[in-house]
């Protein structure tokens, strides 16, 4: 008997997972974050087949949007990085003045405490 109620449970305990409601699809990035440029490189390439490169002008041409394609991207994502750089600087030098002036803070009043026993 023993199996069968282990066996109902862990049916019963799979049909829970499933019945929970779905996770709401995120939002673009662009638009979960202001002040972040889109990422708008056009026009992307899109593969011909075979059969419709006829030519070497026709490959050329492939080849050239690609690569244009490639140099927007790679622009994009060496901005990005190097604003994310940025802005890890910026709470890094944020974070090392508050524990500037938390430690003087504490220092200060650990000289205030001595002062005070002193007198």
Sequence with gaps: MKPILLATALALGSLAAFAQAPAPEAAP????????PP????????YPGIDNIKSEADLDKLKATVKKYQDCV???????????????????AAVREHNAVMKKFVDDQEAAKKAQEGK
């Design 29 to 36: 990035a662009a638009a979960a974050t202001p002040g972040i």
């Design 39 to 46: 990422f708008q490189c056009d026009p992307k390439p899109v």
């Design 74 to 92: 790679k622009a994009y994502v060496t901005e990005r990085n190097a604003t994310s750089k940025a802005h890890t600087e910026a709470g890094n």
